[in-house]
T-cell receptor, first 110, second 116 residues
Framework: QKEVEQDPGPLSVPEGAIVSLNCTYS??????FMWYRQYSRKGPELLMY????GNKEDGRFTAQVDKSSKYISLFIRDSQPSDSATYLC??????????FGGGTRLMVKP | KAGVTQTPRYLIKTRGQQVTLSCSPI?????VSWYQQTPGQGLQFLFE???????NKGNFPGRFSGRQFSNSRSEMNVSTLELGDSALYLC???????????????FGAGSRLTVL
């Protein structure tokens, strides 16, 4: 079993919908949690990062971490076709060695 | 400010050959990390270099190696290529290697290697 599990999708939603993306993990040492967005033929770009449990909001994006359940979420409000991409969760306990989920492919239809 | 530049973007090799990939980090960034991305295994950490020293290494065979130069540019090499080495190889740069907070990694667009 992988350390970080993520539903591969694809997840198809209509424009304007609220999107919920999730990851579960098994390593309780993880303290930093990140969400990356990857467009086709591009490298991942950092969307959000949080430390330990709690919520963090940035515009239309909200990241939630529940360390007791080993569960993290990314919510996208008012989703747009430009949000169509693969979303990757990543986590670590320090430094630059990240453990990634497999990614969820999101399609937002106009 | 220029981003992370990886060359070549696409390349095709045959089994048994070797390949060298190059990464130029963002100016001022001293840490360079390499990741392999495949449909089956996703993104997996290969290794990290900081100030010309390998800081961490992932669970990959010795055929995968890397180095960093004094200007922070990095190369990775894969020898005796196997079909399973076909992947997108991503380089990411960061200001620091360790720290009290989450380091921001900026990824390049990757080098897509196909092994025939």
């Amino acid at each position: 079993q992988k350390e970080v599990e993520q539903d591969p999708g694809p997840l198809s939603v209509p424009e304007g919908a609220i999107v919920s993306l999730n990851c579960t993990y098994s390593n309780s040492a993880f303290q930093y949690f990140m969400w990356y967005r990857q467009y086709s033929r591009k490298g991942p770009e950092l969307l959000m990062y949080t430390y330990s449990s709690g919520n963090k909001e940035d515009g239309r994006f909200t990241a939630q971490v529940d360390k007791s359940s080993k569960y993290i979420s990314l919510f996208i409000r008012d989703s747009q076709p430009s949000d169509s991409a693969t979303y990757l969760c990543a986590m670590n306990n320090a430094g630059n060695m990240l453990t990634f989920g497999g990614g969820t492919r999101l399609m937002v239809k106009p | 400010k220029a981003g992370v530049t990886q060359t070549p973007r696409y390349l095709i090799k045959t089994r048994g050959q070797q390949v060298t990939l190059s990464c130029s980090p963002i100016s001022g960034h001293r840490s360079v990390s390499w990741y392999q991305q495949t449909p089956g295994q996703g993104l997996q950490f290969l290794f990290e270099y900081f100030s010309e020293t390998q800081r961490n290494k992932g669970n990959f065979p010795g055929r995968f190696s890397g180095r960093q130069f004094s200007n922070s540019r990095s190369e990775m090499n894969v020898s005796t290529l196997e079909l399973g080495d076909s992947a997108l190889y991503l380089c990411a740069s960061s200001l620091v290697s360790q720290g009290s907070g989450a380091n921001v990694l900026t990824f390049g667009a990757g080098s897509r290697l196909t092994v025939l």
